[in-house]
């Protein structure tokens, strides 16, 4: 008994220690795991991505039916030399260059699509 007992002691300490098993994972519901696999499966993910490329598809093409304002400005400083443009002073004691002058421009332009037909096919 004595050499048996002396046996198992030495089996136990020659014997590599096993690691401890981690933490029990959460028990969890049918609904909450075919939740989790719907979160995470790449079929899933695309088909939420395509969904949302048609979303932003048929935004865009409405968006040709909105009201489109474009703006422009525009600044500029010149001089004109009167012999250059061929224009005769006729007399008159006017200088060869005139300026600088300033001129300025500022544009808004609103267009609206009354009917598409592309868009009845």
């Known amino acids: 008994m004595r050499n048996t007992l002396l ?4 089996a136990a300490a020659a014997a590599p220690a096993l ?3 981690g933490p029990v994972p959460a028990r969890i519901t049918l609904a909450e795991a075919v939740a989790l696999a719907a979160d995470t ?3 899933v993910r695309l088909a939420e991505l395509e969904v949302r490329r048609a979303g932003a598809r048929a935004t865009q093409a409405r968006s ?4 489109t304002l474009t703006a ?3 600044v500029l400083n010149r001089s004109y030399n009167w012999a250059g443009l061929g ?3 006729a007399g008159l004691p006017l200088p060869d260059l005139v300026g600088p002058f300033g ?3 500022a544009r808004l ?3 609206q699509a009354l009917f598409d037909a592309a868009g009845l096919q």
């Open 7 to 10: 046996l198992c002691l030495l």
């Open 103 to 105: 001129m300025g421009d």
């Open 72 to 74: 422009n400005a525009g």
């Open 19 to 21: 690691p401890a098993q």
């Open 64 to 67: 040709d039916l909105l009201p």
């Open 41 to 43: 499966a790449p079929a």
């Open 109 to 111: 332009q609103v267009s």
């Open 87 to 89: 224009v005769g002073k």
